[in-house]
């Protein structure tokens, strides 16, 4: 018996990796998380019977529990173009996944839940870095460490949100290597940048065999696990309308402990005109299977001066759209509240910087 590949989209797998998820973000946390993750994985192992076993062949993987962090084996590719990089995922099938920082993805592979047999290793592709300013928009290449993020005073000058929301992923070793791109292909809920990308109303760039296309931020996330990209394309780039000179900008997140992903998290960003909340947009992470665009609750806002009771309503309205998992980082109910308080927080602290 041994794993087939896991992390399909849209499958029962994509619950199995988020238990793993939970489990090794745990860290020695609640026997709930404990006891969900072993339930799973006995499940996982149950479901993954390979057929291949019955008719004689040799398993090419172990599910003895010693093998369990170390990955299955694998063909590495390292292509040094995108054109390259894309041919061999058309080329290789379903059993291929790009590699770019390996945070999110070996551990995975450690656990045998995902069991890839080409890793195509995009760190060797030109032309997939860097940070540069377009005409209305800042586009950064989808092999930026969310390091170079934190360094870059581009976008320090002129979408300051990324650096603060970068601060808050992992730790240095995981912002050294992770990068802006792993992070929104990954289309894990708990990842920080997908929701700041609703809020900004990003776009991002995606090559496969049939040429180059753009997809809204807001169109690209589907499910857990389940994105709107092929599995022959790569994600080359994010593309962010610039927000105006002077906007109020924010990142609130609370997590259990330093390093840890978010039991609910808010992205905020506006403009004030002679006092008044000219425009407003929200972005809610791991409050759902995706991350959330809260339209309404920044339609709350516009038009106020963003006094309590415009506050409130737009808590509120966040609130209305979340369906948070009861899991390590507590029930629904409170994740739901969390996720309200931290809409208020980032609101709150978007208006202080904002310029009038
Ligand atoms: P990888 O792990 O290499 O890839 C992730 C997925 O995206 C894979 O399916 C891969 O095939 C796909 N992929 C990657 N790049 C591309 C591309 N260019 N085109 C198409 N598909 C691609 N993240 C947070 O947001 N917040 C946190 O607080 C946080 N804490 C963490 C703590 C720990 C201990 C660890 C290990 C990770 C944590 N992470 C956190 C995840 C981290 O930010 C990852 O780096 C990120 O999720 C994935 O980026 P990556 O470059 O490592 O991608």
Redesign the pocket.
Known sequence: MYFKNF?RPGSLINLKILAVRES??AGGGSSLNFLTFHALTIAAIAMSCDPYISKGEQPRRGTQSEDLMIPSGFEYHRPSSVQEAVALLAQLGEEA???????????VMKTRLSAPEHLVD?AGVSG?KGIRQEPGHIVIG??T??YEIIGSRLLAETLPILRETSL????PQ??Y???L???V????P????PAVMLCLDAEYGLAGPDGQRRLRARNFYLGAYDTA?KND????EIRVPAPPPGHGYAYEKL?RKV????VAAAAVILTMTNGKCTTASIGLTNVADTPLWAEAAAWALIGTGLDQAAIANAAAAAEAITDPAADGRGPAEYRTKMAGMMVRRAIARAKSRAQN
Do not use: C, F, V, W
Not at 168 to 171: A, L, R, S
Not at 185 to 188: E, K, L
Not at 190 to 193: C, E, S, V
Not at 259 to 262: E, F, H, I, R, V
């Open positions: 992390d090794l973000r996944r790009p590699l770019a920082g390996g945070h999110s993805l070996i551990p995009l997939l989808a092999m460490t969310q808050q992923i992992g730790d995981i912002r290597l992770g990068t791109g792993g992070n292909a990954n289309g894990d708990g990842n920080d940048m990209r394309e790569i994600l080359t997590k390093g840890d992903y978010a």
